[in-house]
């Protein structure tokens, strides 16, 4: 019997301490923010979007309706190193550092996240994205 209580005891408080662990974990990482929607008037060119990186993890969503065969251009103007990833209606997804360019392959809503380069100097600020739909 005296076997039986240690082990629950044992189970009890690593219960206790993953439960923390988790605690501690979701209040360290920051939220995500509800992404933003963005529109470019008549269904093609030039807009730009200001946002700020608050360091390690931070991220920003934009959404973006497109329609297919457009070519859909996403570039850094200000700001510190940054990845740009761009997830297609179908899951599918493309990112580079300060980037990316595709056609676009389905008409629906394109998520694009941009967050800081962990291989690049680590920074936090405003940034400028540039988003060119053709």
């Known amino acids: 019997m005296r076997n039986t209580v240690a082990t629950m005891t044992v189970r009890r408080f690593l ?8 605690s501690i974990v979701s209040l360290c990482s920051p939220a995500a923010a509800a992404p933003r929607r ?5 269904g093609h060119g030039t807009i730009y979007v200001h946002g700020h ?11 973006l309706h497109a329609h297919r065969g457009r070519t859909l251009t996403l570039s850094m103007v200000r700001g510190g190193p940054t990845v740009i990833m761009l997830r297609f209606p179908n899951g599918q ?3 580079a550092p300060g980037g990316v360019e595709d ?3 389905r008409t629906g809503d394109y998520r694009i996240t ?9 920074w936090r600020g ?3 994205l540039k988003v060119r739909l053709h």
Do not use: C, K, Q
């Open 53 to 63: 990186l608050h360091g390690f993890r931070s991220r920003v969503v934009f959404v």
């Open 114 to 122: 941009l967050s800081e380069h962990l291989m690049g100097g680590p």
């Open 38 to 42: 963005i529109h470019i008037p008549h």
């Open 15 to 22: 219960l206790v301490l993953a439960l923390g662990s988790l």
């Open 126 to 128: 405003p940034f400028t």
């Open 93 to 95: 997804e493309d990112g």
């Open 103 to 105: 056609v676009l392959p």
